[in-house]
């Protein structure tokens, strides 16, 4: 168990509906990162958040959103959901103390299915 | 942007043989190269790392190697056991890992006992 925690486990919908995905980081850790796991894409880095704030962006989608909460939580928003939205979404955390190596911990996912 | 390239896809080693599994990254910014564990819908679980400034490392059965000039990082498992099957990635990340991880494709690793 890595200590961050992902709700929920399995999420099956429909295209074109919204969902949202929640992540608990490990206690004490600032950085939140949400990955995408696709078969053809593999693992592909979607979004950063430190403390509160947007620190990076990778290939996320315009219809794809995500915030961090005062207490350190993020969620993920999906929208207008197309089938190849369908993965396995992780988040993961890090401390982020600069200057250190910072180890990212993953969640256990939430696989998503859009019919 | 970074690029990691991994090799080889799918690998099968009997059991108790060495398993190794290289990978090329592009960016020389990079200098923190994470190698994760991840069996069948669970999530990828770290095994070892390394950052830039070192050669090598190793923890008892896995090992991993830093060739910075060439860009080029490779694991190392010795003595592998049926637990070792599973997929690995590796991936790297500038600033010591304070930055996204930029994944390889991944290794199926198949132990035959």
């Known amino acids: 168990d890595s200590g961050v925690t992902q709700t929920p486990k399995h999420l099956i919908t429909a295209t074109g509906q919204r969902v949202t995905l929640r992540c608990s980081p490990r206690s004490g850790d600032l950085s939140v990162y949400w990955y995408q796991q696709s078969l053809d894409q593999g693992l592909q880095f979607l979004i950063q958040?430190?403390?509160?704030?947007?620190?990076a962006k990778g290939n996320i989608l315009e219809r794809f959103s995500a915030q961090q909460f005062p207490d350190l939580h993020s969620e993920l928003n999906l929208s207008s959901l197309e089938l190849g939205d369908s993965a396995l979404y992780f988040c993961?955390?890090?401390?982020?103390?600069?200057?250190?190596?910072?180890?990212?911990?993953f969640g256990p996912g939430t696989r998503l299915t859009v019919l | 942007g970074e690029n990691v390239e991994q090799h080889p896809s799918t690998l099968s080693v009997q059991e108790g043989d060495s398993a190794v599994i290289k990978c090329t990254y592009s960016d020389s910014a990079s200098n923190y190269f994470p190698w994760y564990k991840q069996e069948l819908g669970k999530r990828p679980q770290l095994i070892i790392d390394i950052r830039s400034n070192v050669g090598e490392k190793k923890d008892q059965r896995i090992a991993v190697t830093l060739n910075k000039t060439a860009k080029h990082f490779s694991l190392h498992i010795t003595e592998t056991q049926p637990e070792d099957s599973a997929v690995y990635f590796c991936a790297a990340s500038r600033n010591f890992g304070n930055e996204k991880l930029t994944f390889g494709t991944g290794t199926r690793l198949t132990i035959i006992p």
């Open positions: 958040y430190y403390n509160g704030e947007e620190r």
């Open positions: 993961a955390s890090s401390v982020a103390l600069l200057g250190n190596t910072d180890t990212q911990y």
